[in-house]
Nanobody, 113 residues
Framework: QVQLVESGGGLVQPGGSLRLSCAAS????????MAWYRQAPGKQRELVAT???????RYADTVKGRFTISRDNVKNTVFLQMNNLKPEDTAVYLC???????WGQGTQVTVSS
């Protein structure tokens, strides 16, 4: 059974920071590329960042320089450190592997003053 459980979201003011976590099970975690996505209501799901099994990272231009993806292959966990948050970052954040597995519930990030 595949499980993806995101946590760490919340309400934060512009310029603030959050660190998201994704606990993964039921997949071959240590050989898969992992990714963070986000989806705002009524909008397409957007790829935010990816990290390969050996730690090579890629970021969407909208978050580059502000977000950092990392992984702990022993704990089967992926992280997303988000700094200098902006209102346009508001969305449900979800993680997944490549190939994509069934989606978890995600964690809500709301950036507002």
């Amino acid at each position: 059974q595949v499980q993806l459980v995101e946590s760490g979201g919340g309400l934060v003011q512009p310029g603030g920071s959050l660190r998201l976590s994704c606990a993964a099970s039921g997949i071959i975690f240590n050989i898969n590329t992992m990714a963070w996505y986000r989806q705002a209501p009524g909008k397409q799901r957007e790829l935010v960042a990816t990290i390969t099994r050996i730690g090579s990272t890629r970021y969407a231009d909208t978050v580059k320089g502000r977000f950092t993806i990392s992984r702990d292959n022993v704990k089967n966990t992926v992280f997303l450190q988000m700094n200098n948050l902006k209102p346009e970052d508001t969305a449900v954040y979800l993680c997944n592997s490549v190939p994509v597995q069934p989606w978890g519930q995600g964690t809500q990030v709301t950036v507002s003053s």
